[in-house]
């Protein structure tokens, strides 16, 4: 079955960080900007805004977040168990009930996508792997991933690829495969 | 169709899980004396550290089996007959296949010592192992960990915090000399030397163990003797296949496999720990004991082994070393060729960064073959992935170097799977 998934266009991308603020917030314990900021456990972002060089040679921002890979690198690296397929259809999801921070799926992870931070559904633990969830609790309330509300430019849309392969192969492919770092 | 899975482990369970998926109608019968419990081997170090309750550590395996529709036998395999198809178990019982895999893993290596403490020498590789050492551990004793691994010095690790003072004997000039570099290895060696209760002895061997009262009495290599209460070693493993070695496989010190994962016994495939597959880097078969690798091979293997007719499942593109553990506060990170002994020659790029983390790549013939690190766990995925697929090292932009943190990924957007996509 086909899933909804976050498409990532690069280069409609501006850098503005709306995704990451507005990612960290979804993954608060109290979902507000103005409260989040003062929790004790800060909630970290999962999409990262990277710098990368366009063909040109330009610097140009670069929205990075998990591809939910399948079959996932992290995943056939994680020993404990703890990203899991059985949270969400189709999402690679961390259970930090279950992550020992070990750092075998950060080494798998070609996208540097996965980061080791305190997180606040596992306060006993200094650092569990934190990664994009696509925001499976807002979908079940029928929301959209947060970091795709966010973004202005149409560079984060949530849909299925295929339909937007459809849309512009070219265009899609060509964005994206020539990015560099 | 029946698929007979020898092992249940890491490589396995990932190839029953696989099995399934490629063959929803077929049959699988998974054998393991240890069928009965579901965990994973590593955590084992994080139980004896105290950081994981041991009730945590397993679970009964039941529902996972039985929600894939594997059969279970909880009985070791102790000969196949490759002619008749037929692998024979140690209760008598005489197992049909079509295809088989051996995942049958590894066992510690042993130590051969003299004298009549040499029994009592403890291994770390499973539950078991964790219970005799549990048994033994005396808050203010005295432990000797043999072996300056990674093995090592999760046992180093955890005995402290049992209470334990921990003698840790290298046979080597310094601790990790296979697994990193010099400078991560020279800089993990200080830690322990400044580790309170550890007593870090380089280019030591033991010789012989002797009971000694409730210990043991151990003697060096130089003929000075030590008093403890516990030996554990961890000298690296050893492929476990003797059970189908009279089926004639080729085999060097693991099972030798085609790119398929296939042995040269027909429709007998092998993955995991037992497995001598092709490194990577070095570009001949190498052992890479290690937990990714097993999974990877036990899905390739099994997408293999259910391709019908002429079709076949993804090659597999080869193993590769890898290591993440946490240590001191902070990760220490391997992938690739690191070991000095093999890096002569090479070409280094190293970077230091902030709050004492360390990035040092390593480049032959301008491609990157190895990457060794502190701290900088998440841009290792990326060069594990550079190491995979032969990256030319002019493929790194400059500033993805001056600042790593900030920069965006090598891989860019770069499927890391090609072609090994099923049915998703
Ligand atoms: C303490 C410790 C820490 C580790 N840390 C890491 C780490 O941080 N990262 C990492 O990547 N790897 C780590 N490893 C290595 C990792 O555990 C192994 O690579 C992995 O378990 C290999 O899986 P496997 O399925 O090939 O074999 P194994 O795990 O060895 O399992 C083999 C299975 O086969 C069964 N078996 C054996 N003989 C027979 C027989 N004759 N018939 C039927 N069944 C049989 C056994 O009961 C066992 O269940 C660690 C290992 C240990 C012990």
């Not at chain 1, 306060?123 to 929301?143: F, L, M, V, W």
């Not at chain 2, 003797?225 to 009279?246: H, I, Y």
């Not at chain 2, 990924?409 to 770069?414: D, R, S």
Request: glycine share 10%; charged share 20%.
């Amino acid at each position: 079955m086909q899933h909804k998934t976050v498409i990532v266009r690069p280069e409609l991308c501006v850098g503005c960080m709306q995704c990451a603020i507005r990612c960290a917030q979804a993954h608060s314990a109290t979902k507000e900007l103005a409260t989040a900021v003062f929790e004790p456990v800060l909630a970290k972002p999962r999409i990262h805004i990277g710098v990368g060089v366009n063909p040109q040679g330009v610097l140009k921002p670069f929205p990075n977040k998990c591809r939910h890979c399948d079959p996932a690198p992290c995943q056939e690296a994680c020993m404990p168990g703890a990203i899991r397929s059985d949270i969400a259809e189709g999402s690679k999801v961390v259970d930090p009930a279950l992550c020992i921070g070990c750092g075998m799926c950060a080494m798998a992870c070609p996208y540097y996508a996965i980061r080791y931070h305190h997180d606040l559904h596992a306060p006993e633990r200094t650092i569990t792997a934190i990664k994009c969830d696509n925001c499976h609790d807002r979908q079940k309330k029928g929301q959209i991933p947060a970091c795709v509300e966010a973004c202005k430019t149409g560079a984060l849309e949530f849909g299925y690829v295929n339909e937007h392969i459809k849309k512009g192969a070219g265009r899609l492919a060509n964005a994206a495969w020539s990015m560099q770092s | 169709m029946r698929y007979v899975v020898v092992g249940l482990h890491a490589a396995g369970r990932s190839a029953c899980q696989w099995l399934r998926r490629a063959d929803p109608a077929c049959e699988i019968v998974g054998v393991d004396p240890s069928a009965g419990s579901l965990y994973a081997r590593p955590l084992i170090s994080y139980v004896l550290d105290g950081e994981l309750p041991e009730h945590a550590l397993v679970k009964d395996s039941a529902p996972f089996f039985e929600n894939l529709g594997v059969q279970l036998k909880r009985a070791a395999a102790v000969g196949l007959d490759a002619n008749r198809k037929r692998l024979i178990l140690d209760s008598g019982e005489e197992l049909a296949y079509d295809k088989l895999l051996a995942a049958t893993g590894s066992a510690p290596r042993r130590v051969r010592l003299e004298g009549d403490g040499a029994d009592h020498v403890c291994y770390f590789r499973g539950q078991a192992d964790l219970a005799r050492i549990l048994a033994h551990v005396k808050s203010g004793g005295v432990a000797a960990v043999l072996g300056g691994g990674l093995v090592g010095f999760k046992l180093t690790h955890g005995l402290v915090a049992r209470g334990m003072k921990v003698k840790l004997m290298v046979t080597s000039p310094r601790p990790l000399a296979l697994n990193v570099d010099e400078y991560v290895g020279s800089w993990a060696g200080a830690r322990f030397k400044e580790m309170d209760g550890v007593h870090l002895m380089t280019s030591t061997s033991v010789v012989r163990a002797d009971v000694h009262g409730q210990g043991l009495r151990l003697t060096l290599d130089d003929g000075s003797t030590e008093d403890v209460d516990l030996v554990v070693a961890g000298k690296g493993v050893v492929p476990r296949f003797a059970w189908l070695a009279e089926a004639g496989p080729e085999t060097d010190q693991g099972l030798l496999v085609d790119n398929r994962l296939m042995t040269s016994v027909e429709d007998v495939y092998a993955a995991g720990d037992a497995v001598q597959a092709s490194d990577i880097v070095h570009e001949r078969p190498l052992l890479n004991a290690i937990w990714p690798n097993a999974v990877e091979q036990g899905r390739v293997a099994a997408l293999n082994m259910a391709a019908k007719g002429p079709a076949q499942g993804p090659a597999y593109a080869g193993s590769i070393a890898m290591n993440a553990i946490p240590i001191f506060g902070t990760h220490m990170v391997s992938v690739g060729m690191v070991n000095p002994r093999y890096t002569e020659g090479c070409e280094f790029i190293t970077t230091t960064c902030h709050r004492g983390s360390y990035l040092n790549i390593v480049i032959r013939d301008g491609v990157i073959v190895g990457a060794v690190g502190l701290s900088a766990v998440p841009r290792l995925g990326e060069l594990a992935h550079a190491v995979r697929t032969r990256m030319k090292v002019s493929r790194i932009p400059a500033r993805w170097l001056k600042n790593p943190r900030n920069a965006a990924p090598l891989a860019g957007n770069t499927p890391w799977y090609k072609g090994s996509r099923v049915g998703a």
